[in-house]
T-cell receptor, first 111, second 113 residues
């Protein structure tokens, strides 16, 4: 049931782009994205609801393909502050509000 | 700063002991959920409380129990600690019963020896 995130880790130079994927084997109601820096609490990025929506948050955006049960997080022109581990949390229909989290994608941005 | 505070931040226990972790929600939030995060892994849902009632539970044994108080603060209790219980325990509060934005605390790091 745990969604699969890919890649597990990625190293970028400042200004480069990255895509992080989250795939589920189950039908999804929503996908949530969070970023966690080392030793800190996870911080909310965005929620995508079923319906194939796409959202943006400054230079970070995401899409949700309900039919493929996949979501992708896009980071454009990455900044040093984007470093951290990105988690997707998936919510299935009738799951009583439970979020099932992926194992995370570690993003390292170098100057 | 999310407004969610957890205590203690670090603690060490021995196998078989009991532990209580505490969480103060962000003001106005009536829903609290608890997660266990092993090193290098994503959070695992333990349970959720809404207005003092448990309304969702993950795949954790009954020795993991919780409470939510009238002021919406919360406790996580773990009895008969096992070595595998060593992890970061995260508390998250939210405005609504359905999953919206979660505001996480910085966690309680539990080490079981």
């Amino acid at each position: 049931q745990q969604p699969v995130q890919s890649p597990q880790a990625v190293i970028l130079r400042e200004g480069e782009d990255a895509v992080i994927n989250c795939s589920s084997s189950k039908a999804l109601y929503s996908v949530h994205w969070y970023r966690q820096k080392h030793g800190e609490a996870p911080v909310f990025l965005m929620i995508l609801l079923k319906g194939g929506e796409q959202k943006g948050h400054e230079k970070i955006s995401a899409s949700f393909n309900e039919k493929k049960q996949q979501s992708s997080l896009y980071l454009t022109a990455s900044q040093l502050s984007y470093s951290g581990t990105y988690f997707c949390g998936t919510e299935m229909p009738n799951s009583n509000y439970q979020l099932i989290w992926g194992a995370g994608t570690k993003l390292i941005i170098k100057p | 700063e999310t407004g969610v505070t957890q205590s203690p931040t670090h603690l060490i226990k021995t196998r078989g002991q009991q532990v209580t972790l505490r969480c103060s929600s962000q003001s106005g939030h009536n829903t609290v959920s608890w997660y266990q995060q092993a090193l290098g892994q994503g959070p695992q849902f333990i349970f959720q409380y809404y207005r003092e009632e448990e309304n969702g539970r993950g795949n954790f044994p009954p020795r993991f129990s919780g409470l939510q108080f009238p002021n919406y603060s919360s406790e996580l209790n773990v009895n008969a600690l096992e070595l595998d219980d060593s992890a970061l325990y995260l508390c998250a509060s939210s405005l609504a019963q359905n999953t919206g934005e979660l505001f996480f605390g910085e966690g309680s790091r539990l080490t079981v020896l």
